[in-house]
């Protein structure tokens, strides 16, 4: 038995002592037993095949305290929208803060607060989604993480809902005691016609040791529209594991924008699924990697239902001796007749060491379709930076500024101002001139 694995026994002991936030002890059984029957995924398997959860497997993690003192110096440097502005949910290692978040919001049947208070409150609409969609019977990770629900957020939208101010669901891990594990648990249901726009945010002070196993299941009724936003800006020394699981209904529509920056090891999974035909994905992904960093973009949209439409474009942007991952699968069933997707993968290698896997992958099994998918990785343009060396640009400007060109379209198909603003800075950040790229801003 591993580190880890002996932790999380002690743990999930330690969970059934005090009891779970749930009353629901025979999904937490069976979930747990199913990832001691499948254990950690090793580099043996084909989905993990170019990351390794080695070090992972050699480190104990301990729970993380439910009222860990949070600073204000940490919460100044993340990003926290206004008040007015936004409806904001705080968790503070994995447990609510409603001291720091906005007030519950309820109104005409819509909730917007924890899991926890949703679970207490109306337990039936809860269990009627969870785990239902984010399939644990497969995958040790998402098993791990229903296991251990204890909170995380819960958006319940009725038919024709649309609350004019984003939500956001602020994240953060502080590590106070030693290394921590959190896994939060959100569910987004979102009724027939209805709209909204989330933004989920995963961060922690810069040299904390802690892992986030997150799971966030979308559940999109007929003509429902989300708009979904993730930014993974997590310790240095931190792993980062998550999935976000999509069920389209009919003539719904769903778009993603992830940027992942931080963590010594991330994994985002990204799983989208047409349960009925006339619906919309969009994923769009940015991912940048310097030092020693591993960053792991998978994604899985399933055209199982006719008529559907899928978009798909990652960008990586790779430095020092980081590793970028990108697997995409874009799978159409064989009753999915006029299926359109289109998946692109872009990656810039800016240094000798930094390396990228890419495996962009069609799988098609219906004959009226318009399918198309492709791959690239590159470096700078020499001739390109030449010329710019040649108007008085010094190297290191230069390479940012090309840099910067080949990140910001990421960054410009984000319609949230407030946020767009938040990721260019993030992005800037990571440049070697970035000085000089925030005057020219």
């Not at 009725?158 to 569910?187: E, K, M, V, Y």
């Not at 989920?200 to 529209?225: K, Q, W």
């Not at 108007?391 to 230069?398: D, F, Q, V």
């Amino acid at each position: 038995m591993t580190p880890f694995e002996r932790s999380l026994r002690e743990g999930f002991s330690l969970l059934h002592r005090r009891g779970g936030a749930d009353p629901m002890p025979a999904l937490r059984e069976a979930a747990f037993a199913r990832f001691a029957e499948l254990g950690l995924p090793t580099t043996e398997s084909e989905d993990w095949k170019y990351t390794s959860l080695a070090a992972l497997a050699e480190m104990g993690f301990g729970p993380a305290e439910a009222k860990s003192d949070i600073g204000e110096e940490l919460l100044r440097g993340l990003w926290t929208p206004p008040a007015d502005g936004f409806i904001q949910v705080v968790f503070v290692d994995g447990h609510h803060r409603p001291e720091l978040s906005s007030p519950a919001w309820s109104s005409g049947g819509s909730f917007i607060g924890s899991l926890r208070a949703a679970l207490a409150q109306n337990r039936d609409l809860v269990a009627r989604e969870l785990a239902r969609h984010a399939d644990f019977r497969r995958d040790a990770l998402t098993a791990l993480n229903t296991a251990f629900i204890e909170d995380g957020a819960f958006i319940h939208l009725p038919a024709g809902a649309a609350p004019q101010s984003p939500i956001h669901l602020l994240f953060l891990s502080t590590a106070s005691r030693g290394a921590t594990l959190s896994h939060p648990r959100n569910l987004i249901v979102a009724g027939r016609g209805s709209q909204a726009t989330v933004v989920e945010t995963y961060a922690g002070p810069p040299e904390a040791t802690y892992l986030t196993n997150a799971v966030t299941e979308v559940v999109l009724d007929e003509g429902a529209r989300l708009d979904h936003y993730k930014v993974q800006q997590e310790s240095e020394r931190a792993f980062h594991i998550a999935l976000l699981q999509v069920s389209h209904g009919r003539d719904s529509r769903f778009t993603s924008h992830s940027l992942a920056l931080g963590a010594a090891l991330a994994r985002n999974d990204v799983r989208a699924l047409f349960a009925a035909e006339g619906s919309e994905c969009t994923l769009n992904g940015l991912y940048m990697a310097d030092g020693k960093q591993h960053l792991d973009n998978r994604t899985l949209i399933d055209h199982k239902s006719p008529r559907c439409t899928s978009r798909e474009l990652y960008k990586g942007v790779l430095d020092g001796h980081s590793r970028g991952v990108f697997s995409g699968r874009v799978l159409v069933r064989e009753d999915a007749q006029k299926t359109d997707a289109r998946q692109i993968n872009k990656n810039l290698l800016l240094s000798e060491g930094a390396v990228v896997d890419t495996k962009p992958q069609l799988e098609i099994f219906a004959d009226d379709v318009k399918c198309a998918h492709g791959a690239a990785v590159g470096k700078l343009d020499e001739d390109a930076l030449f010329y710019l060396r040649s108007r008085g640009l010094g190297r290191e400007s230069a390479k940012s500024l090309l840099t910067y060109a080949f990140a910001s379209e990421m960054v410009d198909l984000i319609p949230l101002a407030p946020l767009r603003t938040r990721v260019r800075e993030l992005v800037t950040s990571r440049l070697p001139d970035r000085e000089s790229l925030r005057e020219a801003a």
